[in-house]
């Protein structure tokens, strides 16, 4: 049975304090998972000196065991981590799915939406109040910002923050509210309560600006769907093989004309990346016209220089005509 909620308590939210970053809590389907995988890519070098980390297996069994990893000081997900070492070993397999710990909300015309602790905050309902007016009863009383994918406690049905309640939690295993006794296996998300549809359903309609700073200003529920398709302010990645360079739109679109990472197709109907282009056609493109290195002519495309060969009246030196003789 859905049970109203009492008044607000500031008092709590000056004594339970949300932690910098937050044990991950699988039971509560990961939508408030908030690490910010890029710092744990400015110190992987430094991890991987002090712990040894021999092919990332140490790094992987530290993030299994939901152990606290040095230099980012905080517990990361195996899937963050596995995202991690990708970037380092293998980014075109991340541009290959729907989403990653670097494109949390998707593709734009192929390319990942690049991902930001702010963006994922906000699209996520931490750090991010309304721009319109709201019932009190719509906030989450620790942090008093809307109660956005909120979880509610099933003995009293007050909700929060899943990362503020569970900070205070990790001081006092107590409701903040009314003060019984808790764990974060007696909540559900607030979606899933049928007794709080209106209470979702209201939180869902609050509008909130854009994190990426555009201007705009949306529902909640669009949110994630308006960074992804709409915000002309986000960065997006390369569409091409591996490369790593991210941008605005325009940005973007004209570093893809010129990529080298990019598959292009020679005059010869060979695919090869870009880069490699210009020594295919130095060296092997058949297409290509080159000068006979006997006669010195120039101008001959190379896959018809055995036939020239046949007319050629330049001097061969010596030490090739002995090899064909031997």
């Given at each position: 049975?859905?049970?109203?909620?009492?008044?607000?308590?500031?008092?709590?939210?000056?004594?339970?304090?949300?932690?910098k970053m937050?044990?991950?809590?699988?039971?509560?389907?990961?939508s408030?998972?908030?690490?910010d995988?890029?710092?744990?890519?400015?110190?992987?070098d430094?991890?991987?000196?002090?712990l040894?980390?021999?092919?990332?297996?140490?790094?992987?069994?530290?993030?299994?065991?939901g152990?606290?990893?040095?230099?980012v000081?905080?517990?990361?997900s195996t899937?963050v981590?596995e995202?991690?070492?990708?970037?380092?070993?293998?980014?075109?397999?991340?541009?290959?799915?729907p989403?990653?710990?670097?494109?949390?909300?998707g593709?734009?015309?192929?390319?990942?939406?690049a991902?930001?602790?702010?963006i994922?905050?906000?699209i996520?309902?931490?750090?991010?109040?309304?721009?319109?007016d709201?019932d009190?009863?719509?906030?989450?009383n620790?942090?008093?910002?809307?109660a956005?994918?909120?979880?509610m406690?099933?003995?009293c049905?007050?909700h929060?923050?899943?990362?503020c309640l569970r900070?205070?939690?990790?001081a006092?295993?107590?409701?903040?509210?009314?003060?019984?006794?808790?764990?974060?296996d007696?909540?559900r998300?607030?979606?899933?309560?049928?007794q709080a549809?209106?209470?979702?359903?209201?939180?869902?309609?609050?509008?909130?600006k854009?994190?990426?700073?555009?201007?705009?200003?949306?529902?909640?529920?669009?949110?994630?769907a308006?960074?992804?398709?709409?915000?002309?302010?986000v960065?997006?990645?390369?569409?091409?093989?591996s490369?790593k360079?991210?941008?605005?739109?325009?940005?973007?679109?004209?570093?893809?004309?010129?990529?080298?990472?990019?598959?292009?197709?020679?005059?010869?109907?060979?695919?090869?990346?870009?880069?490699?282009?210009?020594?295919?056609?130095?060296?092997?493109?058949?297409?290509?016209?080159?000068?006979?290195?006997y006669?010195?002519?120039e101008?001959?495309?190379?896959?018809?220089?055995?036939?020239?060969?046949?007319?050629?009246?330049?001097?061969?030196p010596?030490?090739?005509?002995?090899?064909?003789?031997?």
């Amino acid at each position: 049975v859905f049970v109203p909620h009492p008044p607000a308590r500031p008092q709590f939210h000056q004594h339970f304090h949300e932690p910098k970053m937050a044990a991950p809590e699988p039971n509560l389907q990961g939508s408030d998972e908030l690490v910010d995988v890029h710092r744990l890519l400015a110190t992987m070098d430094r991890i991987g000196e002090r712990l040894q980390i021999n092919d990332w297996s140490g790094l992987r069994n530290l993030a299994a065991q939901g152990r606290i990893i040095p230099g980012v000081r905080a517990r990361l997900s195996t899937p963050v981590v596995e995202d991690a070492i990708k970037y380092m070993q293998d980014f075109q397999s991340i541009k290959a799915q729907p989403k990653s710990s670097f494109h949390t909300c998707g593709k734009r015309d192929g390319r990942m939406v690049a991902t930001s602790n702010r963006i994922d905050n906000a699209i996520s309902g931490c750090g991010v109040d309304s721009v319109q007016d709201y019932d009190a009863e719509l906030q989450c009383n620790i942090c008093l910002n809307p109660a956005f994918a909120g979880v509610m406690i099933n003995q009293c049905g007050h909700h929060f923050h899943p990362r503020c309640l569970r900070g205070a939690l990790s001081a006092v295993a107590r409701c903040p509210e009314c003060r019984a006794e808790v764990t974060m296996d007696d909540v559900r998300p607030i979606k899933d309560v049928k007794q709080a549809r209106f209470l979702w359903q209201s939180l869902c309609a609050l509008r909130v600006k854009c994190p990426a700073d555009c201007g705009t200003h949306v529902k909640w529920e669009s949110l994630e769907a308006h960074v992804r398709d709409d915000c002309h302010s986000v960065e997006m990645f390369c569409r091409h093989g591996s490369c790593k360079t991210k941008g605005g739109e325009r940005t973007i679109c004209a570093h893809e004309a010129t990529c080298g990472e990019a598959l292009v197709e020679c005059q010869c109907g060979q695919f090869l990346l870009r880069k490699n282009l210009p020594k295919h056609k130095e060296d092997d493109c058949p297409m290509e016209r080159a000068s006979c290195k006997y006669c010195k002519k120039e101008g001959i495309q190379r896959n018809q220089m055995s036939k020239h060969y046949s007319e050629c009246t330049g001097a061969v030196p010596m030490a090739e005509v002995w090899k064909l003789m031997t």
